[in-house]
């Protein structure tokens, strides 16, 4: 379990979530970026928020070296899964998706995906997480109407 905080929030994020991250990190010249969404679990006074599950990319997701884009109907359908299949416990918490870079910084581009994706409200939520994964660090993103505050951790060990 991997444990960060912040605002006033603590954030965690279990090993199945890391090992996702870590087994899809781009660490070769050729690989694409990779992402998807993150599912977890918000405690009831919102200080707490549990990341348990993350998609892997699907055929239908576009993706480059320097770029990913997931597709909208089959993050919904995974929505819906993981809320029937967890009792109704598991919802939508956010995006991740990977960099082809040691440090992890999210880009300008990436910035105004999260914002419009808030903005739109396309998925009802008070705030969305941004992991960015990249070779060696973990960017961890908290945007809402405030914007993003951020941690960077070094989760991953540079070549394993
Ligand atoms: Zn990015």
Not at 119 to 138: G, W
Request: hydrophobic share 40%; charged share 25%; with cysteine.
């Amino acid at each position: 379990m991997l444990r960060m905080e912040i605002r006033d929030k603590q954030i965690f994020l279990t090993e199945t979530v890391i090992d996702i991250f870590r087994q899809l990190r781009q660490l070769e010249q050729q690989g694409n970026e990779k992402g998807g969404i993150v599912l977890g679990q918000i405690s009831e006074d919102e200080h707490q928020i549990l990341v348990c599950r993350a998609s892997v990319p699907g055929s239908q997701d576009r993706n480059s070296r320097r770029s990913f884009h997931r597709d909208r109907k089959k993050a919904q359908q995974i929505i819906e899964h993981e809320f029937h299949n967890s009792g109704g416990k598991n919802t939508y918490l956010g995006e991740w998706h990977t960099h082809l870079a040691r440090e992890a910084t999210p880009s300008p581009r990436d910035i105004r995906m999260i914002t419009r994706q808030f903005a739109t409200n396309e998925i009802e939520v008070k705030f969305i997480l941004l992991f960015v994964v990249a070779q060696k660090e973990l960017f961890v993103g908290l945007f809402d109407a405030h914007g993003m505050s951020s941690v960077v951790v070094e989760a991953f060990s540079a070549s394993t």
